[in-house]
Structures are given as C-alpha cells and as structure tokens.
C-alpha cells in the first residue's frame, strides 16, 4: 500500500465503509435479471447512490477548485475506485469524474470549462468517452466522421460500446476529421450533450448488467465550440482511463481474493477445513502474490497522473495489463475454489467473474496493452 | 499375428464405409452442427424436434447409441474399435450420438459390471433407446470432493428401503426419470457403509429444485428425498458395497469427460475476421496469436495424447491416466472458450438480445458454463491428488 496521507486515508476508510454499506454486491445483484445480464428496466447504476456520491465530494475530487471540485488529486479518486471495485459497486464514476472531468481539464478552454465543469464537479451531469466502435479498443480505427458545417461541426456514425452511455449527459465523442483508419492525426473530441438532435442510443444487455450504450449519431451538429482537441489529448484520457479501470480491477481482485480466502478457512472436507490442504496453500500464496504487483503496478500509474510523470503511458499500460491478469486469475480461481457453490448465480462468485471480463476489455485488453507497453518500450 | 492384426484392419475399413454410408442415409443433415440437442440440452427442445425424433429412432433401431452393449441390453454387440469407428464418422459429418446420456456414460456401464441381469434388461434397453433419462445423485452439501462422506440416510424396512436426505448439484434431475444415488446405509463406517441405490424420480417424497447457473442455465438441482420408498430389488451389488461401484462410475465418467470431443473448429478464421490481420495474414495481435497457438498446438498434442494412451492400454477400459487426462482436457477447453470470447471483444460481452449474434451468446455462455469442467466429475485439485498418490506413487 502506499503511503497515505492523513486525508487521503481518511478517504479510503470512508469510500470503504459506504461502499460496503451502501452498495454491497446484492445492491448490483439488483440489477441483475434472471441469472444474468441486466434487467431491461434497469439503467445499470442507482440514481441516489450516485447522488450521495457527489454528495460526499467524489464526483469532483479531479475538478480544479473554481469549479466547484476539490482538486484533490487522481491518486484520491483511485482510491475511492478501488473501494467501489471491492464491492463491484455499479456508478458512473470513472466515466465522469475521472475521464470527463479531466477531458474538460487538460483539453477545455476557460468558457467549456466554466460551462461543464461544475456540473460535473457536483455530479449533476454525467459525463462519459464515447471512444469504441468495433468490438476492439482501437482508438486509431475511428470511422465516426466530422465535418465542418458552417463554424461547427455534423457528426454522423456510431459508437459502441458507450460506458454509461444510457445515463450520461454529455458525451466525449471521438471523430475524424480527415484521413482514413489507422490514421491518428485526424482525429478529434466534440463535447457533445446526448440530448443532441440525431443522437439516438440503445442499451446493451451485457454480462455484468452495466448496460453500456450503442449510440447512432445522424447528422449532429455541434458548434464551433464543441471541439476539445485531438490524438493527444485522446491518448492522456485513454490513460486516465484505463489506470482507473485497473484501480477498480485491483479492488475487484483483492475482494474476490479476501472472499475466497475466508472460504477457504470455513468449507470442510475430508474432515479438515480445505485451507490446510498444501494445494490449495499455494495457490492462495501464488495469488497473494499477484496482488501485490497489481498493487504497485496501480499505485504507480495513480501516482504518475498527478506527477505528470512523462512515464504515465508506460505506467498506465503497465497497470490496466499487470492487473487485468491478476483478476483474471483470481476471479477464475474464486469460482474454481468454490467448487459447486461457485457456479451458482446465487454466489457471489460469477458476479466477480463477470465483472472481471468486462472491465478487462475496456478501454484496452490486457493484451493490447501488452502490446503497448512493448512498443513504448521498444521490445 | 501380423496376418490377424492385418485382416482385422482390412475389416475396419470396410465397416467404415458401411457407417458412412449408413450416417450420411440416416443422420438428419439439418441436425449438422446443433449443440443445443446434445446431452444435457432440454428435453422439451429435443422432444420437439422432429429431426432429433427421427435419428434417436433410427439409431435405437442400429444399436448404435450403445454399439457395444449386446443386442438384448439395445446395443450392436460391436467391437471397441467399430464403436470408434462410428463416433470418428459421426464427428466428420458434424453428426451426435442421440443417446449420448448419463445413462450411457455412467450408469449403463456401471450396470454392465455390477448390476444382476433383472437390473440390466428392466434398465438398459431404456437406456440405450434414451427413453429413460438419469441423474446423477452423489453430492451433497457436506460431501463434494469428499464424496465418501454422505449423510443420506436409506433404511432397511424390510419389505423396502426408506430414502431421506438432501443431494445437491444433481444435473439434470428436473428432466430426469430417474436417479442413481449413493445411500447410507451404515453410519459407524465412512466408506464401508455406503449403498448404490436406483430411485425412481416419480417416486412419492423427492422434490428438485433447480439452480441457476452463473452461465443462465438450470441445468443443475438440490433434491429433498423426504421417506422415499424403493423397492428392495433398486440395490444395485451388495449393501455397503456402493463405494466400490461409485468409484468404478467415476472411473467412466472421467472417462468420458476427458473423450476426445468432436474435432473443435479452428479459431483462427474467427480471428481474422474480429481482430483483423497484418501485411503477411497473420491475426494482428501478436499477443493474442501467440496465446492461441499455444493452445491450439496442446490441443493437438492431446489427441495425439489420448490414441497414444488408447494405443498403449490396448484393452479399451479407463486407464490409470485418466486423471491426468481429464485435467488437461479441462484446461484446455477452459482457456479455448476464454480466447474465443476474448477475440470477440465487446461482442462476447453481450448477454441476451441485440446487436449480439447467436454464436456471440453461445460463446459467451459456454465460456461460463467451462468453468464447471475443472469441478465437476473430480475437480482439478483432487484429480491431482489421485496422479499424485496412483500414477506418481507419492505418499499421502
Ligand atoms: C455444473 C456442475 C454439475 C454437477 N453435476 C453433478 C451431478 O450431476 N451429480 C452429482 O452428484 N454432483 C454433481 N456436481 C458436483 C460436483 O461433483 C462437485 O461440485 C465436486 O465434486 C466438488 O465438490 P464441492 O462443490 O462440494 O467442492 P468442495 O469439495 O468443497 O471443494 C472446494 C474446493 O476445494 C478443493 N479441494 C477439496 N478437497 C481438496 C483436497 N484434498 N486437496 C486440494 N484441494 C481440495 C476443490 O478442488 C475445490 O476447488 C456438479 C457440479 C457442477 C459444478
């Protein structure tokens, strides 16, 4: 762990309590419908738990100070993702107050600040990136277009899978501008309000009951200052993005350990409590482990945001690869040493599983940041 | 001898075109490929399918569900080598065994061995035409990998035997007619106090309760057997001596937990068309692709694994290896699914409905489900314990 400070550890006991008290794993199971996949009415987050968030400041933590946030740092709001990964605690959280908030604030002029800002800050709007379009994160494939249109711009194509993109309000959407796929130096962010005429959008029913969006865009016009920046900008928020995701892995991992060492110590067989057997000993060391790298690994890409380290994007791919096999193992495992019970919808096991896969696919694959990492490590 | 082994091979052939050409007159070509109606798919499903009607009765009518057993048990009285023969051409046309059951996998080789012949011929004829369908009642909540330690109590009551207890994890025991269970029937010893009991499902007193599985399906049940009667004769061996029976069941069902399976379909297309390819047609990522061949290479290596076990242990029974066997087979299927819903990225993220494509939901579901390889049957752990102990000869 590292070292905390006063306020930063008072941060995470309180994210720690709330999210066990106010959103343990039966308030996702809510949304679960019948063994999987989400209820069709459900929007995959609870509106006033996410009102008690912003309410205890966390909608804003990354927000400068004039606008209404704490400006208290990444490493913070990590903390407090990792707290709601331990109980897969279902908010747009990472969406909005981490990737919107900090689009607006590395790549916002004084009047978009002052114009969404606030809202964000006080979590009365959501915000969210809507970066993929094919099943695989491949920002530089982007095909959604924009052309100019008098001082603005008109959007059309599509995005999918949109985080949180059924509740959000406003929309981060990445367009080109010239040039085909593959090509990086076309592209470019529009804010883009989801009420916009022509955006439609439709609710995935997906594994872990989140409900991300599909979003058509037909014709779209946005003004002149609907235009955030380009690649550059897109690569810091893709980071911002994937080290949060992984702060919400390690929580999910280190809960799905701690669930599956308490078992462990209580389920008997063969007269003697599983945990004693040598087998399963090391595989709960091997996994203990792994925990700690994933740890480190998130720790410092957490640490590297607020820094302004010129390592982050090594540090990020580091962390969203380090930890997305950590809680593949572990999430594997916590169903593997259930046994039976592991299957069954009605543990907790699958959801972890689930989530697990999930989260290890967006914003980039363990592979692909694999892949990354190699690259900017010219391997 | 080589003239023998040279006629028999001269035989085989020729029984290989005969199934081929029986398959290809008999096997419904829109059955090709329909997983849904294997074994532990609905019964409901099955039932109204006209095809799957069709080719159950057609393949009753052969003997070929069970091509071993002897005609009055309704199989063919074939040879272990003919058997595989008609399993190697079923697989080529994207065929199924219909029977293909726990009734034949377990049960009926279980009775073959142990069961006196009024057993065999009320049971196996139903067996072999999948009239009658099993399930498997061994575990309970206190007794998983340690199976051995059974409560369900079965009294003798002279006349019959009194049934009560709960069984958990019993596969298929909504669907089933059914059930062979494990009984106590002697509380001062562990093992030696064990009975193998069939017990028919409509029986007064046994209510099934399905369980949803993470992967969405029910397949699985808790059942309450609350003073069950069954008749004296459902004692399959002697009293006290259903551990024995027990363990030569698990036998065949690690055995046919660890069969090779239809040749799998190669993923490589599959990637291509969800991941893209680079300038020289190789799937574009080198991540990924290195991973996929590395379990497409095992794979390979186990079926060469599995003729060369079958080649060296001759007499066609389960071998010493099969926990070994059934351990490698789960992991690499566990990891294949896993590939295979990686490579679909977001689309093998999808649970129900749109924009995800059938093959998307099954993929994903399967992978789910995958997870129950390495537990079910002797899990993981406790498959290498036994290598360990009988193969490795380690003490313990
Ligand atoms: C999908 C599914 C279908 C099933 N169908 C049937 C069925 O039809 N009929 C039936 O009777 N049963 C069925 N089972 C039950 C299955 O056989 C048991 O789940 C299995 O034996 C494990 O028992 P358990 O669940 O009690 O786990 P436990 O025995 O409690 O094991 C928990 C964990 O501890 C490990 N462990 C236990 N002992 C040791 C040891 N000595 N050394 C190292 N590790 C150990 C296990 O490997 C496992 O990882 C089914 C299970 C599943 C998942």
């Known amino acids: ?379 | 001898m080589r003239a023998m082994v040279e006629s028999a091979a001269i035989e085989d052939q020729d029984f290989r075109l005969e199934a081929r050409a029986w398959l290809a007159a008999h096997f419904p070509p829109a059955l090709a490929n329909v997983p849904g109606l294997l074994f532990q798919g609905s019964r409901a499903a099955a039932d109204a399918n006209p095809d799957y009607q069709l080719w159950r009765a057609a393949m009753t009518g052969k003997g070929w569900g069970v091509p071993n057993w002897a005609s009055r048990y309704g199989g063919a009285g074939l040879t272990m080598a003919q058997g595989k023969i008609i399993g190697e051409e079923l697989t080529a046309i994207g065929g199924f065994n219909p029977i293909r059951s726990y009734g034949t996998m377990m049960l009926g080789p279980t009775l073959l061995e142990y069961g006196n012949e009024a057993q065999k011929l009320e049971h196996l004829p139903f067996i072999a035409s999948h009239e009658r369908r099993w399930c498997q009642g061994f575990s309970e909540p206190g007794a998983g990998s340690d199976l051995a330690s059974l409560t369900t109590r079965c009294t003798d009551m002279g006349d019959h035997w009194l049934v009560s207890g709960q069984k958990i994890w019993t596969s298929g025991a909504d669907e089933a007619d059914w059930c062979f269970a494990l009984v106590r029937t002697d509380t001062s010893r562990k093992h030696g106090g064990i009975s193998f009991l069939l017990i028919d499902m409509a029986s007064e007193g046994i209510e099934a309760r399905p369980i949803v599985l993470i992967s969405g399906s029910t397949h699985f049940c808790e059942v309450f057997f609350n003073d069950v009667k069954v008749p004296k004769g459902n004692l399959v061996g002697e009293v006290n001596q259903g551990w024995t029976i027990a363990k030569r069941l698990l036998q065949f069902e690690r055995n046919s937990l660890s069969e090779v399976k239809a040749d799998i379909t190669p993923l490589a297309p599959l990637a291509h068309d969800y991941v893209g390819t680079d300038a020289l047609g190789r799937i574009d990522s080198p991540d990924l692709r290195a991973r996929m061949v590395r379990n497409a290479m095992r794979h390979e290596a186990y079926l060469a694994t599995v003729r060369r076990i079958a080649q060296e242990a001759k007499n066609g029974g389960p071998s010493n290896g099969v926990s070994t066997l059934k351990n490698l087979w789960s992991g690499i299927i566990q990891e294949r699914s896993e590939l295979l819903v990686e490579m679909m990225g977001a689309n093998g993220l999808g649970w129900a409905g749109e924009p995800y494509s059938d093959a998307e939901r099954e993929a994903t579901h399967a992978w789910l489900h995958s997870k129950a390889f390495s537990i079910y049957g002797g899990s993981y752990e406790v498959q290498n314990n036994i290598t360990a102990k009988h193969t490795l000869g380690l003490p313990g």
């Open chain 1, 1 to 379: 762990m590292a070292v905390l400070n006063e306020e930063q550890q008072m941060l995470k006991d309180m994210a720690a309590d709330w999210a066990r008290e106010r959103m343990p794993v039966t308030a996702l199971r809510a949304l679960y419908d019948h063994g999987g996949g989400g209820r069709a009415e459900a929007l995959g987050y609870d509106p006033d738990a996410w009102a008690e968030m912003a309410q205890m400041g966390w909608t804003g933590i990354v927000a400068p100070l004039e606008h209404g946030g704490s400006d208290f740092g990444c490493m913070g709001l990590g903390l407090v993702l990792e707290q709601l990964g331990r109980t897969l605690a279902a908010s747009p959280l990472l969406s909005s107050a981490l990737i919107a908030v900090s689009a607006l604030r590395l790549g916002g002029n004084a009047a978009q600040q002052a114009r969404w800002l606030p809202g964000l800050a006080d979590g009365s709007v959501i915000g969210t990136l809507a970066v993929e379009e094919g099943p695989h994160h491949a920002p530089e494939r982007t095909a959604l277009v924009a052309t100019p249109a008098g001082d603005g711009w008109t959007l059309n194509g599509i995005k999918r899978p949109v985080q949180d993109g059924m509740i959000a309000h406003l929309a981060i959407v990445v367009a080109r501008v010239e040039g085909g796929g593959g090509d990086r130096d076309g592209l470019r962010l529009f804010l883009v309000p989801t009420d916009a005429p022509g955006l439609t959008r439709e609710p995935l029913d997906q594994i872990d009951a989140r409900r991300p969006a599909t979003f058509t865009l037909t014709n779209v016009a946005v003004g002149a200052d609907a235009l955030l920046g380009g690649a550059d900008l897109l690569d810091q928020l893709l980071d911002r993005a994937a080290i949060g995701m992984a702060a919400e892995m390690l929580g999910i991992a280190d809960q799905a350990f701690d669930t599956t060492l308490d078992y462990l110590k209580t389920r008997v067989q063969f007269g003697a409590i599983i945990g004693s057997f040598q087998a399963l000993q090391h595989r709960a060391a091997d996994l203990f482990g792994e925990l700690q790298l994933a740890r480190s690994a998130v720790e410092a890409a957490l640490v590297a945001i607020d820094n302004d380290d010129p390592a982050l994007p090594r540090l990020a791919s580091l962390a969203k690869a380090i930890v997305g096999e950590t809680v593949h193992v572990i999430s594997q495992q916590m169903v593997q040493l259930h046994g039976g019970i592991g299957m069954t919808h009605e543990h907790d096991a699958g959801l972890y599983l689930k989530r697990a896969c999930v989260a290890a696919q967006c914003y980039g694959s363990t592979a692909w940041h694999r892949e990354r990492w190699a690259r900017l490590n010219r391997y």
